[in-house]
């Protein structure tokens, strides 16, 4: 069985700062690792993921991730907020069996100050 | 390429009727997934659906909820004799598991229920 563990239901940064949002996980199995973006009132977006490539992962918005085998992590970074970062941010597990469910962690807000 | 199309984005019923929430997954997908989301909480997790199987169905209600995805046509989700906690976002999901895809799921905008 996979599970994920989002630390800090809320994060707050300036302008400009570093994000940084948390993430652990358990599987098994090898994993496969998601971050989403969820703004208000809409369905999540897909920002990044990892599937056994390359452990450093690349997203859209300036978003990277990367997945630590040692440290069961998959932290998602960004060198530079910006207030239109603002968002729900979800990550996710699930593993290569197409039997195995997506399970989502309880999300991070983050928010941008001025 | 048209994503993953819910219907209806808003619906209101009042308690005790029926609602049903429909899915149509991205071109080429097989499977779907469907969640909830309640105000201020993150998504859990309901069914796992292949055509004409529900693969699984350990995050269901054990009453009044059912899901379906026919071999032609969209998932259904129903909810029969609504209450009250019923009221929330659902959200549809799709993939095409694979190595590839790396079992990538792909959401829809979401239908937010209204028991009043």
């Known amino acids: 069985a996979q599970s994920v563990t989002q630390l800090g239901s809320h994060v707050s940064v300036s302008e400009g700062a570093l994000v940084l949002l948390r993430c652990n996980y358990s599987s098994s199995v090898p994993p496969y690792l998601f971050w989403y973006v969820q703004y208000p009132n809409q369905g999540l977006q897909l920002l990044l993921k990892?599937?056994?490539?390359?452990?450093l992962v690349k997203g859209i918005n300036g978003f990277e991730a990367e997945f630590k085998k040692s440290e069961t992590s998959f932290h998602l970074t960004k060198p530079s907020a910006h207030m239109s970062d603002a968002a729900e941010y979800f990550c996710a597990v699930t593993t290569y069996s197409s039997a195995s469910k997506i399970i989502f962690g309880s999300g991070t807000r983050l928010s941008i100050r001025p | 390429n048209a994503g993953v199309m819910q219907n209806p984005r808003h619906l209101v019923r009042r308690r005790g009727q029926e609602a049903r929430l429909r899915c149509s997954p991205m071109k080429g997908h097989s499977h779907v997934y469907w969640y909830r989301q309640l105000p201020e909480e993150g998504l859990k997790f309901m069914v796992y659906?292949?055509?004409?199987?529900?693969?699984?169905e350990s995050g269901m209600p054990k009453e009044r909820f059912s899901a379906e995805f026919p071999k032609e046509g969209p998932s259904i989700l129903r909810i029969q004799q609504v209450v009250r906690g019923d009221s929330a976002a659902y959200f549809c999901?799709?993939?095409?598991?694979?190595?590839?895809?790396?079992?990538?799921?792909?959401f829809g905008e979401g239908s937010w229920l209204t028991v009043v």
């Open positions: 659906l292949q055509k004409e199987n529900i693969i699984d």
């Open positions: 990892y599937t056994s490539a390359a452990t």
């Open positions: 999901a799709s993939s095409m598991p694979g190595q590839d895809s790396g079992n990538t799921i792909y």
